[in-house]
Protein backbone atom coordinates (compact mmCIF):
# COMPACT_ATOMS: atom_id res chain seq x y z
CA UNK A 1 0.00 0.00 0.00
CA UNK A 2 1.50 3.24 -1.11
CA UNK A 3 0.83 6.45 1.37
CA UNK A 4 -0.10 9.27 -0.59
CA UNK A 5 -1.62 11.29 2.18
CA UNK A 6 -1.85 15.32 1.28
CA UNK A 7 0.10 17.85 3.42
CA UNK A 8 -2.21 19.80 5.02
CA UNK A 9 0.02 23.06 3.42
CA UNK A 10 -1.47 21.78 0.12
CA UNK A 11 2.13 20.40 -1.05
CA UNK A 12 1.77 16.92 -1.86
CA UNK A 13 4.47 14.74 -0.18
CA UNK A 14 6.91 11.87 -1.68
CA UNK A 15 4.90 8.72 -1.84
CA UNK A 16 6.55 6.16 0.38
CA UNK A 17 5.48 3.11 0.57
CA UNK A 18 4.52 1.72 3.98
CA UNK A 19 6.89 -1.28 5.69
CA UNK A 20 5.91 -4.74 7.27
CA UNK A 21 7.53 -4.94 10.81
CA UNK A 22 10.06 -7.73 11.64
CA UNK A 23 10.16 -9.54 15.09
CA UNK A 24 13.69 -10.32 16.29
CA UNK A 25 14.85 -12.92 18.74
CA UNK A 26 17.66 -14.04 20.99
CA UNK A 27 19.86 -12.08 22.68
CA UNK A 28 20.86 -9.47 19.87
CA UNK A 29 16.94 -8.26 20.40
CA UNK A 30 17.29 -7.66 24.05
CA UNK A 31 20.85 -5.62 23.32
CA UNK A 32 18.26 -3.31 21.27
CA UNK A 33 15.99 -2.97 24.67
CA UNK A 34 17.11 0.95 25.12
CA UNK A 35 14.79 2.76 22.91
CA UNK A 36 12.44 -0.84 21.26
CA UNK A 37 9.81 -0.74 20.07
CA UNK A 38 8.36 -2.58 23.40
CA UNK A 39 8.76 0.74 25.39
CA UNK A 40 5.44 2.32 26.88
CA UNK A 41 5.38 5.19 25.01
CA UNK A 42 4.65 7.58 28.34
CA UNK A 43 7.26 6.25 30.18
CA UNK A 44 8.36 9.22 33.00
CA UNK A 45 11.46 7.78 34.85
CA UNK A 46 14.02 5.34 33.78
CA UNK A 47 12.78 2.92 35.85
CA UNK A 48 9.37 2.34 34.35
CA UNK A 49 11.31 1.15 30.79
CA UNK A 50 13.75 -1.41 32.46
CA UNK A 51 11.06 -4.19 32.66
CA UNK A 52 10.83 -3.88 28.58
CA UNK A 53 14.12 -5.49 28.11
CA UNK A 54 12.74 -9.16 28.28
CA UNK A 55 10.45 -7.91 25.71
CA UNK A 56 12.55 -5.89 22.80
CA UNK A 57 11.72 -6.00 19.34
CA UNK A 58 13.68 -5.33 16.41
CA UNK A 59 11.18 -3.60 14.17
CA UNK A 60 11.84 -2.18 10.52
CA UNK A 61 10.22 1.47 10.80
CA UNK A 62 7.67 2.68 8.97
CA UNK A 63 8.47 5.07 6.85
CA UNK A 64 6.74 8.47 5.96
CA UNK A 65 6.29 11.37 3.94
CA UNK A 66 9.16 14.33 3.82
CA UNK A 67 6.68 16.98 3.87
CA UNK A 68 7.00 20.44 2.47
CA UNK A 69 9.61 21.73 4.60
CA UNK A 70 13.19 19.89 4.49
CA UNK A 71 16.22 22.11 3.74
CA UNK A 72 19.23 20.66 2.16
CA UNK A 73 22.68 20.90 3.72
CA UNK A 74 21.72 20.70 7.05
CA UNK A 75 24.50 21.04 9.52
CA UNK A 76 26.33 18.22 11.36
CA UNK A 77 25.75 19.36 15.37
CA UNK A 78 24.78 17.98 18.53
CA UNK A 79 22.34 20.60 19.61
CA UNK A 80 20.09 22.20 17.37
CA UNK A 81 18.43 25.10 19.78
CA UNK A 82 19.94 28.40 18.13
CA UNK A 83 18.63 29.71 21.69
CA UNK A 84 15.21 29.07 20.38
CA UNK A 85 12.73 28.80 23.79
CA UNK A 86 10.84 25.64 24.65
CA UNK A 87 11.07 22.28 26.96
CA UNK A 88 14.56 20.67 26.54
CA UNK A 89 14.34 17.70 24.62
CA UNK A 90 16.88 15.34 24.30
CA UNK A 91 16.68 12.66 21.47
CA UNK A 92 18.54 9.16 21.56
CA UNK A 93 17.92 7.73 18.31
CA UNK A 94 19.53 3.88 17.46
CA UNK A 95 20.04 3.06 13.90
CA UNK A 96 19.76 -0.54 13.30
CA UNK A 97 19.64 -2.73 10.42
CA UNK A 98 16.21 -4.24 10.75
CA UNK A 99 16.81 -7.84 8.99
CA UNK A 100 20.10 -8.41 11.49
CA UNK A 101 19.47 -6.22 14.09
CA UNK A 102 22.82 -5.28 13.96
CA UNK A 103 23.24 -1.45 14.90
CA UNK A 104 25.08 0.90 12.56
CA UNK A 105 27.74 3.18 12.96
CA UNK A 106 28.81 6.56 11.44
CA UNK A 107 24.66 6.67 10.02
CA UNK A 108 24.04 10.33 10.12
CA UNK A 109 20.78 11.13 11.64
CA UNK A 110 19.10 14.34 10.22
CA UNK A 111 16.33 15.67 12.01
CA UNK A 112 14.05 19.16 11.24
CA UNK A 113 10.71 20.55 13.25
CA UNK A 114 9.07 23.57 14.01
CA UNK A 115 9.54 25.72 16.51
CA UNK A 116 6.98 26.30 19.87
CA UNK A 117 5.13 28.68 17.66
CA UNK A 118 5.02 26.49 14.64
CA UNK A 119 7.22 27.82 12.59
CA UNK A 120 10.19 26.15 10.21
CA UNK A 121 13.38 27.77 9.66
CA UNK A 122 13.64 29.14 6.34
CA UNK A 123 10.11 29.04 6.28
CA UNK A 124 8.88 31.62 9.07
CA UNK A 125 4.93 33.30 8.40
CA UNK A 126 3.34 30.05 7.12
CA UNK A 127 1.81 29.41 10.89
CA UNK A 128 1.21 33.34 11.01
CA UNK A 129 4.00 34.61 13.36
CA UNK A 130 6.60 36.71 12.91
CA UNK A 131 10.25 36.15 13.99
CA UNK A 132 13.20 35.84 12.67
CA UNK A 133 14.28 33.60 10.20
CA UNK A 134 18.07 32.40 9.77
CA UNK A 135 17.03 28.91 7.80
CA UNK A 136 19.07 26.76 10.05
CA UNK A 137 17.31 26.92 13.55
CA UNK A 138 15.90 23.46 14.75
CA UNK A 139 17.36 21.34 12.09
CA UNK A 140 20.52 19.22 12.07
CA UNK A 141 22.05 16.04 12.43
CA UNK A 142 24.99 13.86 14.09
CA UNK A 143 26.46 11.21 12.93
CA UNK A 144 25.69 7.45 15.30
CA UNK A 145 28.47 6.12 17.39
CA UNK A 146 29.84 2.88 17.56
CA UNK A 147 26.59 2.05 19.33
CA UNK A 148 24.59 3.12 16.48
CA UNK A 149 23.24 5.51 18.77
CA UNK A 150 22.33 9.62 17.70
CA UNK A 151 22.28 12.15 20.38
CA UNK A 152 20.76 15.40 19.62
CA UNK A 153 19.76 18.38 21.86
CA UNK A 154 16.03 19.83 20.74
CA UNK A 155 13.63 21.53 22.40
CA UNK A 156 9.66 20.27 22.39
CA UNK A 157 8.35 20.99 19.33
CA UNK A 158 5.21 23.22 18.75
CA UNK A 159 2.03 22.73 16.54
CA UNK A 160 0.81 23.91 12.92
CA UNK A 161 -2.16 24.26 11.57
CA UNK A 162 -3.98 20.41 10.45
CA UNK A 163 -0.67 18.53 11.63
CA UNK A 164 -0.32 17.16 15.19
CA UNK A 165 3.28 17.65 17.09
CA UNK A 166 5.82 15.63 15.25
CA UNK A 167 9.83 15.56 13.95
CA UNK A 168 11.40 15.07 10.31
CA UNK A 169 14.06 12.45 10.58
CA UNK A 170 16.46 11.10 7.53
CA UNK A 171 19.13 8.20 8.21
CA UNK A 172 21.84 8.66 5.65
CA UNK A 173 24.77 6.61 5.20
CA UNK A 174 28.24 7.25 3.74
CA UNK A 175 28.01 10.92 3.81
CA UNK A 176 31.22 12.68 3.89
CA UNK A 177 31.91 16.10 6.03
CA UNK A 178 32.20 19.61 4.82
CA UNK A 179 34.12 22.25 5.64
CA UNK A 180 31.43 24.42 6.28
CA UNK A 181 29.90 22.20 8.84
CA UNK A 182 27.00 20.33 6.71
CA UNK A 183 27.49 17.19 4.56
CA UNK A 184 27.32 15.98 0.98
CA UNK A 185 26.94 12.67 -0.57
CA UNK A 186 26.35 9.18 0.74
CA UNK A 187 22.75 7.13 0.54
CA UNK A 188 19.48 7.95 2.05
CA UNK A 189 18.24 4.71 3.87
CA UNK A 190 15.23 6.09 5.61
CA UNK A 191 12.53 9.32 5.55
CA UNK A 192 9.86 9.39 8.39
CA UNK A 193 8.42 11.22 11.18
CA UNK A 194 9.11 11.03 14.91
CA UNK A 195 5.86 11.36 17.57
CA UNK A 196 4.86 12.15 21.11
CA UNK A 197 2.41 10.92 23.54
CA UNK A 198 -0.53 13.21 23.53
CA UNK A 199 -0.87 13.28 27.33
CA UNK A 200 3.01 14.88 27.28
CA UNK A 201 1.64 16.92 24.94
CA UNK A 202 -1.33 18.30 26.48
CA UNK A 203 1.07 19.08 29.45
CA UNK A 204 3.63 20.61 27.46
CA UNK A 205 0.95 22.63 25.14
CA UNK A 206 -0.22 24.70 28.65
CA UNK A 207 3.01 25.99 29.48
CA UNK A 208 4.87 29.07 27.93
CA UNK A 209 5.90 29.74 24.77
CA UNK A 210 3.74 27.07 24.00
CA UNK A 211 0.43 28.19 25.29
CA UNK A 212 0.64 31.44 23.33
CA UNK A 213 0.31 29.43 20.26
CA UNK A 214 -3.38 30.28 19.12
CA UNK A 215 -3.58 27.44 16.06
CA UNK A 216 -5.94 24.67 16.91
CA UNK A 217 -3.83 21.49 17.69
CA UNK A 218 -4.27 18.51 15.99
CA UNK A 219 -4.12 15.40 18.43
CA UNK A 220 -2.15 12.33 17.55
CA UNK A 221 -5.34 10.66 17.02
CA UNK A 222 -6.64 12.92 14.34
CA UNK A 223 -3.61 13.24 12.46
CA UNK A 224 -3.68 12.48 8.46
CA UNK A 225 0.00 10.74 8.96
CA UNK A 226 0.64 8.96 12.12
CA UNK A 227 -1.34 5.77 11.63
CA UNK A 228 -1.26 4.62 15.42
CA UNK A 229 1.21 1.65 14.90
CA UNK A 230 3.18 2.98 17.69
CA UNK A 231 7.08 2.85 17.66
CA UNK A 232 6.93 1.09 14.24
CA UNK A 233 5.44 4.16 13.29
CA UNK A 234 7.89 6.42 14.71
CA UNK A 235 6.32 6.92 18.71
CA UNK A 236 8.95 7.83 20.76
CA UNK A 237 9.23 6.78 24.52
CA UNK A 238 9.54 9.82 26.84
CA UNK A 239 11.63 10.47 29.88
CA UNK A 240 11.23 13.19 32.28
CA UNK A 241 14.75 15.05 33.20
CA UNK A 242 13.08 16.47 36.48
CA UNK A 243 10.27 16.55 38.34
CA UNK A 244 8.26 19.20 36.28
CA UNK A 245 7.46 19.51 33.00
CA UNK A 246 9.23 22.30 32.22
CA UNK A 247 12.58 20.34 33.06
CA UNK A 248 12.26 18.48 29.94
CA UNK A 249 11.87 15.16 28.45
CA UNK A 250 14.54 12.31 26.73
CA UNK A 251 13.07 11.11 23.67
CA UNK A 252 14.00 7.33 22.69
CA UNK A 253 13.65 5.27 19.47
CA UNK A 254 15.08 2.54 17.52
CA UNK A 255 14.82 3.20 13.99
CA UNK A 256 15.41 -0.18 11.92
CA UNK A 257 16.67 0.83 8.13
CA UNK A 258 16.55 -1.59 5.42
CA UNK A 259 20.61 -1.33 4.35
CA UNK A 260 21.30 -3.16 0.97
Not at 7 to 18: E, F, K, L
Not at 24 to 47: E, I, Q, Y
Not at 101 to 118: K, M, R, T
Request: charged share 15%; hydrophobic share 35%; glycine share 12%.
Amino acid sequence: MTDSTKDPTGATPTSVGRRTVLIATGTTAAVLAVGAAAHSPTSTSTADATPAAAAAVCTLTTEMTEGPYYLDGALVRTDVTEGKAGIPLKLALTVVNNSTCAVIPNALVEIWHSDALGEYSGYVGNNGHSEPDDGTFLRGGVLTNASGLANITTIYPGWYRGRCIHIHVKVHTGVTLTSDGSFTGGSELHTGQLFIDETITTAVAKLSPYSTNTVTRTTLAQDSVYDDGGAASGLMTLTALGSSTSSGYTGTLTLGVRQS
